[in-house]
């Protein structure tokens, strides 16, 4: 396979015509370059998520108080800097969508999948460099459209993130549900084809480029994660594409998929025969292996960022690996767990349950392996380090509340309150958020050539993790209180009054850790061109991507590639006089290769 690989190498990259500007930074077909792409397109559709929340957040704190702010920056929707409740409804739409779909799924999959993989399985490339671009600029379109309808008269889509029918499927039902609503689910369909591609692209090669001795058993565990969460993606994203087209045309051609006996102002509409309880079935079907598809490259690059920082072996890599596997098979029966109220019989609710509570094991063997793989480690508290480890603490509190979640009888009590924003926050969002910080902070030097300020990388690491804290773990008190997710105000019930302070606490934390993100910011951009120059081995790591040279090329390696001898985790071996070995190192004579 190699020597077909290196005659393929010499044959395309060998002679390769001066690149333009086009060429090498707009339409590249080169892996790194579109990783970067993913990454900047990403961060700027974090920006506009996180100031939307930030808005709503000081809307909830401060109701029908006047904000300067509102009234700059919604116009008529915040008449004398008081906020319209339709708009309420479009900011936290929008910002669920931005977040979970172009942020963590694109932003932390598609960036990370497209600069490792090729690099940590010693391939020039991805299987097909085409489609890869194809796939970026088909998220790149995506996210145009998902910008612009916040620009629509009538306003963008307002019901909620999860988009259930009626609210979605009538365009008369509320000024959302017309052109925003439309362009929402156009923009969902594109980022659906563009996340299809990504992930075709990245089974393949990692099935079919793997260099001479990259055994499945000694592949890094991100490699494991990303090929893993692009199976998960072609199973489950076509589900939620049937959903939108069906939607569409319950919307536009008079079909009657999910409505049925709709009455507006005493006009009986002539739907009949259809069920939103569908949708809720197609949604979820994707919904619930969404929330792995968005963790579980997370959990890969922290496994990678543990084992290199503590200078140990990550332990049980086999164990690591099946829990991946379970996790990938049991995200695909639990998606009933977000439908327990909706009349469903109690017999399957308890099926649910039981897959869903099944679910915490494989989870809890990861927690535990990183636990075992830090101690008595020679911890290295770099930026990276932190933020995996913040990961490990938001993942395991973040997961305690999803069992209460996941039992039918409990989940009724809590269910649509800030309880379960406060759990999902932690346990995807801001889990995901950490993974991908820490993947940003140790693999910068293989993305620009550079070193982020470390110092800059602590003040983001430690207000972000205070603030993050500080944001939703009040929030599990006011929902067990009662208090509905998804109100603009509360003010009109006497009951909830007693929250409004916890509410303000909530908010000022939540523009504090909006604030810091600019220090990350600023940070990430000047260092592109000003920080220092980095080495190419920077941590003393052991896998694939270390051994490529500081300046890109495109087929990463200027000569042969390199051969695999070894796992990927040769931290602290006997025998050796440093304590770590690169996986191209040949074994000594009398040297076993250590598996576990």
Same mark, same amino acid.
């Given at each position: 396979?190699?020597?077909?690989?290196?005659?393929?190498?010499?044959?395309?990259?060998?002679?390769?015509?001066?690149?333009?500007?086009?060429?090498?930074?707009?339409?590249? #077909?080169? %892996?790194?370059?579109?990783?970067?792409?993913?990454?900047?397109?990403?961060?700027?559709? =974090? *920006?506009?998520? +996180?100031?939307?929340?930030?808005?709503?957040?000081?809307?909830?704190?401060?109701?029908?108080?006047?904000?300067?702010?509102?009234?700059?920056?919604?116009?008529?929707?915040?008449?004398?800097? *008081?906020?319209?409740?339709?708009?309420?409804?479009?900011?936290?739409?929008?910002?669920?969508?931005?977040?979970?779909?172009? $942020?963590?799924?694109? =932003?932390?999959?598609?960036?990370?999948?497209?600069?490792?993989?090729?690099?940590?399985?010693?391939?020039?490339?991805?299987?097909?460099?085409?489609?890869?671009?194809?796939?970026?600029?088909?998220?790149?379109?995506?996210?145009?459209?998902?910008?612009?309808?916040?620009?629509?008269?009538?306003?963008?889509?307002?019901?909620?993130? @999860?988009?259930?029918?009626?609210?979605?499927?009538?365009?008369?039902?509320?000024?959302?549900?017309?052109?925003?609503?439309?362009?929402?689910?156009?923009?969902?369909?594109?980022?659906?084809?563009?996340?299809?591609?990504?992930?075709?692209?990245?089974?393949? @090669?990692?099935?079919?480029?793997?260099?001479?001795?990259?055994?499945? @058993?000694?592949?890094?565990?991100?490699?494991?994660?990303?090929?893993?969460?692009?199976?998960?993606?072609?199973?489950?994203?076509?589900?939620?594409?049937? /959903?939108?087209?069906?939607?569409?045309?319950?919307?536009?051609?008079?079909?009657?998929?999910?409505?049925?006996?709709?009455?507006?102002?005493?006009?009986?509409? %002539?739907?009949?025969?259809?069920?939103?309880?569908?949708?809720?079935?197609?949604?979820?079907?994707?919904?619930?292996?969404?929330?792995?598809?968005?963790?579980?490259?997370?959990?890969?690059?922290?496994?990678?960022?543990? /084992?290199?920082?503590?200078?140990?072996?990550?332990?049980?890599?086999?164990?690591?690996?099946?829990?991946?596997?379970?996790?990938?098979?049991?995200?695909?029966?639990?998606?009933?767990?977000?439908?327990?109220?909706?009349?469903?019989?109690?017999?399957?609710?308890?099926?649910?349950?039981?897959?869903?509570?099944?679910?915490?094991?494989?989870?809890?063997?990861?927690?535990?392996?990183?636990?075992?793989?830090?101690?008595?480690?020679?911890?290295?508290?770099?930026?990276?380090?932190?933020?995996?480890?913040?990961?490990?603490?938001?993942?395991?509190?973040?997961?305690?509340?999803?069992?209460?979640?996941?039992?039918?009888?409990?989940?009724?009590?809590?269910?649509?309150?800030?309880?379960?924003?406060?759990?999902?926050?932690?346990?995807?969002?801001?889990?995901?958020?950490?993974?991908?910080?820490? =993947?940003?902070? %140790?693999?910068?030097?293989?993305?620009?050539?550079?070193?982020?300020?470390?110092?800059?990388?602590?003040?983001?690491?430690?207000?972000?993790?205070?603030?993050?804290?500080?944001?939703?773990?009040?929030?599990?008190?006011?929902?067990?209180?009662?208090?509905?997710?998804?109100?603009?105000?509360?003010?009109?019930?006497?009951?909830?009054?007693?929250?409004?302070?916890?509410?303000?606490?909530?908010? +000022?934390? /939540?523009?504090?850790?909006?604030?810091?993100?600019?220090?990350?910011?600023?940070?990430?951009?000047?260092?592109?061109?000003?920080?220092?120059?980095?080495? #190419?081995?920077?941590?003393?790591?052991?896998?694939?991507?270390?051994?490529?040279?500081?300046?890109?090329?495109?087929?990463?390696?200027?000569?042969?590639?390199?051969?695999?001898?070894?796992?990927?985790?040769?931290?602290?071996?006997?025998? %050796?006089? $440093?304590?770590? *070995?690169?996986?191209?190192?040949?074994?000594?004579?009398?040297?076993?290769?250590? #598996?576990?």
């Amino acid at each position: 396979m190699s020597a077909h690989e290196d005659t393929h190498a010499h044959d395309d990259h060998g002679h390769h015509h001066k690149e333009t500007f086009v060429t090498k930074y707009i339409f590249s #077909q080169d %892996h790194k370059m579109i990783a970067k792409q993913y990454l900047i397109t990403g961060t700027i559709m =974090g *920006v506009i998520g +996180v100031l939307m929340s930030m808005m709503f957040r000081m809307q909830i704190a401060w109701p029908e108080e006047p904000n300067l702010l509102f009234e700059a920056l919604l116009g008529k929707w915040a008449p004398e800097g *008081v906020m319209d409740a339709d708009i309420y409804l479009a900011l936290v739409t929008i910002h669920g969508t931005i977040m979970v779909f172009f $942020v963590l799924t694109a =932003g932390l999959s598609g960036t990370f999948s497209n600069l490792l993989i090729p690099l940590q399985i010693g391939a020039r490339d991805m299987a097909s460099g085409f489609l890869n671009m194809v796939s970026y600029w088909l998220f790149f379109l995506s996210s145009i459209i998902m910008v612009i309808s916040l620009f629509v008269e009538a306003g963008p889509a307002a019901a909620g993130w @999860t988009i259930y029918p009626p609210l979605s499927a009538l365009p008369m039902a509320q000024g959302g549900s017309g052109m925003g609503m439309t362009l929402w689910l156009v923009s969902m369909a594109i980022f659906i084809a563009s996340s299809l591609m990504g992930s075709l692209n990245y089974v393949v @090669t990692v099935i079919n480029l793997r260099t001479k001795g990259m055994s499945m @058993t000694r592949l890094p565990l991100t490699i494991w994660a990303f090929f893993v969460t692009a199976i998960i993606g072609v199973i489950s994203f076509p589900v939620l594409l049937s /959903a939108a087209l069906l939607l569409i045309m319950d919307r536009s051609f008079g079909t009657s998929f999910f409505l049925s006996d709709i009455f507006i102002q005493g006009e009986v509409l %002539h739907y009949q025969g259809g069920s939103p309880v569908l949708f809720e079935h197609l949604f979820w079907f994707l919904g619930h292996p969404e929330v792995y598809i968005v963790i579980l490259p997370a959990m890969g690059l922290v496994s990678e960022i543990m /084992a290199s920082n503590s200078r140990k072996p990550i332990f049980g890599y086999r164990a690591m690996i099946a829990s991946i596997l379970a996790i990938a098979f049991l995200s695909t029966i639990v998606w009933g767990h977000h439908m327990f109220i909706s009349g469903m019989n109690p017999f399957l609710g308890s099926v649910f349950t039981f897959t869903t509570l099944l679910i915490a094991i494989p989870s809890a063997v990861k927690a535990f392996n990183w636990i075992t793989t830090l101690w008595k480690g020679n911890l290295q508290m770099n930026p990276a380090m932190l933020f995996s480890i913040g990961f490990v603490s938001t993942f395991i509190t973040g997961g305690l509340t999803g069992i209460i979640l996941g039992d039918s009888a409990l989940d009724i009590n809590v269910h649509d309150t800030y309880f379960v924003v406060a759990h999902f926050h932690l346990v995807m969002g801001i889990s995901a958020l950490y993974g991908m910080f820490a =993947g940003i902070y %140790h693999w910068y030097p293989k993305m620009f050539g550079r070193m982020l300020n470390k110092n800059l990388g602590y003040i983001h690491f430690w207000i972000t993790a205070i603030c993050a804290y500080g944001v939703f773990f009040p929030m599990h008190f006011i929902g067990m209180a009662g208090l509905p997710r998804r109100y603009y105000t509360n003010t009109n019930f006497p009951l909830f009054d007693d929250l409004a302070n916890v509410n303000v606490i909530i908010t +000022v934390f /939540a523009l504090v850790g909006g604030v810091v993100q600019i220090v990350y910011l600023y940070n990430f951009f000047s260092s592109i061109f000003f920080g220092k120059k980095a080495t #190419q081995n920077p941590w003393s790591s052991t896998t694939l991507e270390w051994t490529t040279p500081v300046e890109h090329m495109h087929g990463n390696w200027p000569g042969d590639i390199p051969h695999v001898h070894r796992w990927a985790y040769d931290y602290s071996k006997p025998g %050796h006089d $440093v304590d770590f *070995v690169p996986q191209n190192v040949p074994l000594k004579e009398g040297e076993e290769e250590l #598996q576990h």
